[in-house]
């Protein structure tokens, strides 16, 4: 497809397992970023992507949350041992570069709903 | 790392009447960026600002780049029920972007 694509779109858990979800950019946009947004709030930075290297993964709550990016493409974020707190809306985004001067126009997907009960 | 810092953070208004919404930040940005999100949607861009003291206008928004480089505004003209939604302002932090908490815009048609 044309945009960026998440999924799976709807996740409910249990605490205590771990969750995968994947975010599939626009073809050709090199660098990845992925948000979370809890109820009511804004977006909050995980970590993104250049290529495969993540050069910035400062928000990613704790050691529980990874992320790996294969083949400059495919994302996957990895949540373990999930707990209540970690309900959010998992935003993925892409852009053609990292961010400079004059880009800054990231590209979303839909979102990936987690619920954990 | 920079706060932006939105407000209101809720609006109720009529169908046709006009809005006003405002970002600002301690620190200075070399770009504005203003997206909206629809319900169940990822955010979209709206519009984007470079320059300081830039005006610039998508259809019935305007938005412009504050001349101290630590604000910036958006417009809505006449408003219509699809522009419900909420809209955030963003700037570019490191290599990645930083978004306001948001103004959540309700429209009573």
């Known amino acids: 497809g044309a945009g960026v694509s998440q999924s799976p779109s709807n996740k409910v858990t249990e605490k205590g397992k771990d969750v995968e979800l994947r975010c599939d950019p626009i073809?050709?946009?090199?660098?990845l970023y992925w948000y979370r947004q809890s109820l009511g709030q804004g977006l909050e930075f995980l970590i993104y992507f250049q290529g495969n290297s993540a050069p910035d993964k400062s928000g990613l709550p704790s050691d529980r949350f990874s992320a790996e990016r294969t083949g400059g493409s495919v994302s996957t974020l990895t949540i373990q041992r999930t707990q209540q707190e970690d309900s959010a809306v998992y935003l993925c985004a892409s852009s053609r570069l990292t961010l400079g001067a004059r880009t800054g126009e990231l590209f979303f997907g839909e979102g990936s709903r987690l619920t954990v009960l | 790392g920079q706060q932006l810092n939105q407000s209101p953070q809720s609006m109720f208004i009529q169908e046709g009447e006009d809005v006003s919404m405002n970002c600002t930040s301690s620190s200075i940005f070399n770009t504005w960026l203003w997206y909206k999100q629809d319900p169940g949607e990822g955010p979209v861009l709206l519009i984007a600002?470079?320059?300081?003291?830039e005006l610039t206008s998508n259809g019935r928004l305007t938005a412009q780049f504050g001349i101290t480089r630590k604000d910036s505004f958006l417009n809505i003209s006449a408003s219509i029920p699809s522009d419900v939604g909420i809209y955030f302002c963003?700037?570019?932090?490191?290599?990645?972007?930083?978004f306001g908490a948001g103004t959540i815009l309700r429209v009573k048609s």
């Open positions: 600002l470079y320059k300081a003291g």
């Open positions: 073809s050709g946009h090199t660098a």
């Open positions: 963003a700037g570019p932090q490191g290599g990645k972007l930083v």
